[in-house]
């Protein structure tokens, strides 16, 4: 010190001068060597998160981080969804926002936001320093395999993003590896309608239900299938909570032979977007038989049986024979008989009037005599059947009528019943002869078998079972016990019993051609023959 107090003050001076340019340049370089070691300090990777710049003292610059970068969920079942917690702390000194998330996940899951805890109540809501926020996840395991989920967070803070990572495995059984789960779950996974052997529309439902935790629009259902596999739906699928479900109708009406398959496609707002159910079924009518004479019993409908299949004469007759059948109504419900006919009126059968009759209604278990006299026109066998139209099921019932006769009923010689009324008129007391006729038999029926042979303008020859005979016009004649008034036209020989008029018509070519027309009804058929045949006629009453 002494030595320097006594240097000459120019020398001291210029000493001082270059001490104090070697600090300034030392002190330039330690900032330079700070600013470098800071800058390789601040220096990060691109792949790095943006809130892990920590200091010196272990603090973060960063603001929004999470409390565990990984999360691991474990194993999640296939079709099944996992909900996910990930915590978030505000490690900077100041009140945060937070904003969107982004979720990543791979194609072997479905995940979204179930609940955001850091947003708060509202987007102006801040987050304070120090305070832990929790996001939910919902992770639906959609194949088998590894999986992994980034998600992404926006904040106020100053590095602005954040991120986190959930990762886990699919668990699947060893038949389902290759199945993919839909948000929507359908039950059965594949409709089968198996095999069919009738036409009749075969009914079945699938259940869709949502197995998310959050509620999805049906936006559209709908069949893919060939134009003519006959499958429709009906459904009223709008919206599912989550848990909710509804079912699909799907309604086969078998039209092709074979085999038939097409998918159900139900389109949602899910994250998935779509499920569908195979449809499968093959359609084996049976071999058509043929149809029994009693049909099976229908709810709802009557059903009209015979006691008999068949009405047999068997063979040998010779003589007027009758048989009665009972028609029952084996239905639930009443039946109405509508018509009861002959297939042929030139056989010499007919029908009683008596017992079962047009009109007649039948309660359940109900039943009514049907009588069918034969008396035979003609030697050999009779092939005919009696028709009863109903309103109950199959509509119609036919009975064939079998039989073969050996010999000729005629009736022409039968005795004529006859009644006398005492009428009282001014001049006195007058007497009366009526003529009392079966009502059971229908007179148009006793001339069946009778053909006119030869005809003039007063006499015809009329050929029939008893034989031939001649008839004159204006005269009385009993034909098959019924007493007829004769009268000779143009066109054939007209027969008058009552209000009943019967027509034989006289063709050269012996082809017949009759109408029967009575009091109140009306019927007509046509016959042609290369043989000898009858032809009746009916008029309407002049």
Same mark, same amino acid.
């Given at each position: 010190?002494?030595?320097?107090?006594?240097?000459?003050?120019?020398?001291?001076?210029?000493?001082?001068?270059?001490?104090?340019?070697?600090?300034?340049?030392?002190?330039?370089?330690?900032?330079?060597?700070?600013?470098?070691?800071?800058?390789?300090?601040?220096?990060?990777?691109?792949?790095?998160?943006?809130?892990?710049?920590?200091?010196?003292?272990?603090?973060?610059?960063?603001?929004?981080?999470?409390?565990?970068?990984?999360?691991?969920?474990?194993?999640?079942?296939?079709?099944?969804?996992?909900?996910?917690?990930?915590?978030?702390?505000?490690?900077?000194?100041?009140?945060?926002?937070?904003?969107?998330?982004?979720?990543?996940?791979?194609?072997?899951?479905?995940?979204?936001?179930?609940?955001?805890?850091?947003?708060?109540?509202?987007?102006?809501?801040?987050?304070?320093?120090?305070?832990?926020?929790?996001?939910?996840?919902?992770?639906?395991?959609?194949?088998?395999?590894?999986?992994?989920?980034?998600?992404?967070?926006?904040?106020?803070?100053?590095?602005?993003?954040?991120?986190?990572?959930?990762?886990?495995?699919?668990?699947?059984?060893?038949?389902?590896?290759?199945?993919?789960?839909?948000?929507?779950?359908?039950?059965?996974? *594949?409709?089968?309608? #198996?095999?069919? =052997?009738?036409?009749?529309?075969?009914?079945?439902?699938?259940?869709?239900?949502? $197995?998310?935790?959050?509620?999805?629009?049906?936006?559209?259902?709908?069949?893919?299938?060939?134009?003519?596999?006959?499958?429709?739906?009906?459904?009223?699928?709008?919206?599912?909570?989550?848990?909710?479900?509804c079912i699909v109708s799907l309604i086969w009406s078998p039209i092709l032979?074979?085999?038939?398959?097409?998918?159900?496609?139900?389109?949602?707002?899910?994250?998935?977007?779509?499920?569908?159910?195979?449809?499968?079924?093959?359609?084996?009518? #049976?071999?058509?038989?043929?149809?029994?004479?009693?049909? *099976?019993?229908?709810?709802?409908?009557?059903?009209?049986?015979?006691?008999?299949?068949?009405?047999?004469?068997?063979?040998?007759?010779?003589?007027?024979?009758?048989?009665?059948?009972?028609?029952?109504?084996?239905?639930?419900?009443?039946?109405?008989?509508?018509?009861?006919?002959?297939?042929?009126?030139?056989?010499?059968?007919? $029908?009683?009037?008596?017992?079962?009759?047009?009109?007649?209604?039948?309660?359940?278990?109900?039943?009514?005599?049907?009588?069918?006299?034969?008396?035979?026109?003609?030697?050999?066998?009779?092939?005919?059947? $009696?028709?009863?139209?109903?309103?109950?099921?199959?509509?119609?019932?036919?009975?064939?009528?079998?039989?073969?006769?050996?010999?000729?009923?005629?009736?022409?010689?039968?005795?004529?019943?006859?009644? *006398?009324?005492?009428?009282?008129?001014?001049?006195?007391?007058?007497?009366? #002869?009526?003529?009392?006729?079966?009502?059971?038999?229908?007179?148009?029926?006793?001339?069946?078998?009778?053909?006119?042979?030869?005809?003039?303008?007063?006499?015809?020859?009329?050929?029939?079972?008893?034989?031939?005979?001649?008839?004159?016009?204006?005269?009385?004649?009993?034909?098959?016990?019924?007493?007829?008034?004769?009268?000779?036209?143009?066109?054939?020989?007209?027969?008058?019993?009552? =209000?009943?008029?019967?027509?034989?018509?006289?063709?050269?070519?012996?082809?017949?051609?009759?109408?029967?027309?009575?009091?109140?009804?009306?019927?007509?058929?046509?016959?042609?023959?290369?043989?000898?045949?009858?032809?009746?006629?009916?008029?309407?009453?002049?």
């Amino acid at each position: 010190m002494m030595t320097l107090l006594n240097i000459a003050p120019s020398s001291a001076q210029t000493l001082i001068s270059r001490g104090l340019r070697a600090c300034l340049i030392g002190a330039v370089g330690a900032g330079l060597l700070w600013t470098g070691f800071a800058s390789q300090a601040a220096a990060q990777s691109a792949f790095d998160d943006p809130g892990r710049n920590v200091t010196s003292k272990g603090g973060v610059i960063g603001d929004l981080t999470p409390v565990q970068p990984n999360v691991d969920t474990g194993q999640i079942s296939l079709g099944s969804t996992a909900q996910v917690v990930v915590l978030f702390r505000n490690d900077s000194g100041r009140p945060l926002q937070t904003g969107a998330i982004n979720l990543y996940p791979s194609s072997s899951v479905s995940a979204s936001v179930a609940i955001n805890e850091c947003q708060g109540s509202s987007p102006e809501d801040m987050l304070p320093p120090g305070a832990v926020c929790a996001i939910g996840l919902s992770v639906k395991g959609l194949q088998a395999g590894r999986f992994r989920v980034e998600m992404l967070m926006r904040h106020s803070g100053t590095t602005r993003l954040v991120t986190a990572t959930v990762v886990g495995d699919v668990q699947a059984n060893d038949d389902d590896t290759d199945v993919f789960r839909s948000d929507i779950e359908a039950i059965p996974t *594949e409709l089968d309608f #198996e095999d069919v =052997d009738t036409s009749q529309p075969v009914v079945k439902p699938v259940v869709f239900r949502n $197995i998310t935790s959050e509620a999805i629009d049906v936006e559209a259902i709908y069949v893919e299938a060939a134009d003519q596999s006959g499958i429709s739906f009906r459904t009223d699928c709008a919206k599912l909570g989550p848990g909710q479900a509804c079912i699909v109708s799907l309604i086969w009406s078998p039209i092709l032979r074979g085999q038939v398959s097409g998918v159900l496609v139900v389109e949602h707002s899910g994250p998935t977007s779509v499920a569908s159910v195979p449809i499968l079924g093959e359609f084996d009518p #049976e071999d058509l038989e043929q149809a029994k004479p009693f049909p *099976e019993a229908i709810p709802g409908k009557g059903l009209l049986v015979s006691s008999q299949e068949e009405i047999n004469f068997e063979t040998g007759v010779s003589t007027s024979s009758a048989m009665t059948v009972s028609l029952v109504n084996a239905g639930d419900v009443a039946l109405t008989l509508n018509e009861i006919r002959l297939s042929n009126t030139d056989t010499g059968l007919s $029908i009683s009037k008596n017992g079962c009759a047009t009109g007649m209604m039948l309660e359940p278990v109900q039943a009514c005599p049907l009588t069918v006299v034969w008396n035979p026109v003609r030697e050999g066998a009779i092939l005919d059947d $009696i028709q009863i139209a109903h309103d109950g099921a199959r509509g119609i019932l036919v009975l064939p009528v079998r039989g073969t006769a050996s010999g000729i009923v005629s009736k022409d010689n039968q005795a004529v019943r006859l009644s *006398e009324t005492v009428v009282t008129s001014s001049s006195g007391e007058s007497r009366q #002869e009526i003529i009392v006729r079966d009502n059971d038999i229908d007179p148009a029926t006793v001339l069946d078998g009778f053909a006119v042979t030869s005809h003039s303008p007063k006499r015809a020859i009329i050929t029939g079972p008893g034989g031939s005979r001649i008839v004159f016009n204006g005269e009385e004649v009993v034909i098959g016990g019924f007493l007829w008034n004769v009268n000779i036209r143009s066109s054939g020989v007209e027969f008058q019993s009552g =209000d009943e008029k019967v027509l034989l018509l006289f063709d050269r070519a012996l082809s017949s051609n009759s109408v029967n027309v009575g009091s109140g009804r009306s019927s007509s058929s046509t016959t042609s023959s290369s043989t000898s045949a009858p032809s009746t006629s009916t008029t309407p009453t002049q």
